[in-house]
């Protein structure tokens, strides 16, 4: 699809999103210097932290990392309110965190921090400087994921996240490639919005058929696993109100198999790593025949292009681009069929819990 192409694609600022790309470059050098800082100071163990919604977003930055890095360089992935409760008897005062909050005020997240300093750990975030949870890490160690134009997924956190995980990895030894990578990510944003432009009728179509389904299962693995968490539980869950089942490729082959029947929704979300033959596997099994007239959705990056990208880069933007077809524009199609407001929540947010 040509990028000059029109086409409407709802609740999507176009020329909003590729401003949006351009800033995120400039911030993406910010961030970079963080782990240039990192790397010079010297650190024991990088740990990733989140909870909810962010905890799954960094599944895919630990899967990445670990990918690339030998066995002594392996990054952890913390729950910030795991850690509230068991802390983690290999975090040092020269270990390293970073963590993310996109509303800044997440209480399991704001806790770990402020205990996290106190240990003397070195914390940095992707979040608004001003929040609570930017002013416990302090300006100087914060980004913000968002700005105003406010279009797009989870794939602008990524970005930034890379732009952190990966220096770290070049400065290792293990990803020589940071600088083309950053270079080509200019491409990411004209593409990404291409893709949208390509997936949008198919969205609008798998919503009308399936958003008001009683449940519904996703499947995925690799790194497009957490994802497929936050797609199920965060954004149809939480914002819908939808009873879904998220089961790894891996483990579908150990229960979940039986529920599967006619009537019931199966997706699936094939990525481009070594995973893709657990959901080579699964999709084999759902087309067999066996299951009845199951209604099976295969929803696979691999179709969809970054022109310009090294084919070394793919696994990393799978996830881009899963985040693009699903967090951003499926769930955007859920809500015009449901009509049932993204925002609205009946408890999250609502009261103190």
Known sequence: MKETEKVE???FDQEGYLEDGKELYKIGKQVKQFADDVCDEGFDHLFLMGVGGTWDEFLRMQYVMNKYADADH???LLHAAEFNVMGSKSMTSNSVVLTSSESGTTPEVLQAVK??????????????????IGQAVGADHCVAMKNDHGSGGCEKGYYLADCFGLRILNRQGFFPKYDEFIEQSK???PALLDIRKQFEPKAEAFAKKYALAPYTMFIGSGALWGETIL????????MQWKHTRYISSADFFHG????VEPGIPVVLFKGEDECRALDDRVDAFL???RTGDTDVTVIDTKEYAIPGLDSD????????IISVLTTDRMSRHYELVTKHNLNYRRYYHQFDY
């Open 187 to 189: 491409g990411f944003w």
């Open 9 to 11: 694609i709802v609740y």
């Open 256 to 259: 979940t198999l039986e529920l």
């Open 313 to 320: 880069f793919r696994m990393i933007l799978s996830t881009y």
């Open 115 to 132: 205990t996290l300093k106190q240990m003397g750990v070195r914390v940095y975030a992707m979040t608004k400087a001003d929040g609570p």
């Open 231 to 238: 797609f199920a539980m965060c954004l149809l869950e939480e």
């Open 74 to 76: 392996q990054v952890t």
């Open 287 to 289: 087309k067999s025949g």
